[in-house]
């Protein structure tokens, strides 16, 4: 999971990097860290006040391209499974790109098509406790345990979910991950 500047992996920078290495049942290593931003680049006031991020808690930290790389190491060999996964693998893409993925919000979308399908509210409608909000590896705790869930949900109806990523009108993609399967979901007439 990842916490960034901004939303646009064009312009924007990664702030803090987790992930932790689990096979569902056992968890195998957890991997933290911030990054350093670029010289003259400064985390705005508005994602300070989301995530609790300050630029002097990126001081020493590796620089992007590095912590990538970590990233990758880390991560090699695995399925990736982030919320909202076209977000964080845009910004890793310049890296690498997993070939296996799971998008936990798509995931939400195929099991639970009509509620929300934000982590918090994820989170909320199945008893997994979510502290610290936008932080990454908080973010990511929560993410294991709601792929737990609906993980089985899916596989119990037959629902496809690997490489899937959801395109709707309440959000339009702005990055498909190489590989990606596109589902695209409309809202209904009134």
Do not use: W
């Not at 803090?16 to 680049?41: K, P």
Request: with cysteine; proline share 4%.
């Amino acid at each position: 999971m990842l916490e960034t500047t901004g939303l646009d992996h064009e312009t924007d920078y990664i702030t803090e990097i987790a992930a932790i290495r689990t096979d569902g049942i056992r968890e195998y290593g957890r991997f933290h860290t911030f990054v350093r931003l670029q010289q003259g680049v400064e985390i705005p006031t508005e994602i300070t006040e989301l995530t609790g991020i300050t630029s002097e808690d990126l001081t020493g930290a590796p620089i992007e391209y590095d912590a990538l790389q970590a990233l990758k190491a880390f991560t090699y060999g695995t399925t990736i499974v982030a919320h909202y996964a076209p977000f964080d693998l845009s910004f890793v893409s310049y890296v690498f790109t997993p070939f296996n993925f799971v998008c936990t919000r798509a995931l939400s979308k195929l099991v639970e098509p009509p509620e929300s399908a934000s982590l918090k509210d994820v989170c909320a409608r199945h008893g997994i406790e979510l502290n610290g909000h936008h932080r990454a590896m908080n973010d990511a705790e929560a993410t294991v345990k709601v792929f737990g869930k609906l993980r089985e949900i899916a596989e119990i109806n037959g629902i496809s979910y690997r490489n899937v990523v959801i395109d709707s009108e309440e959000r339009p993609l702005k990055f498909t991950p190489k590989g990606a399967i596109v589902r695209t979901i409309r809202k209904e007439a009134v």
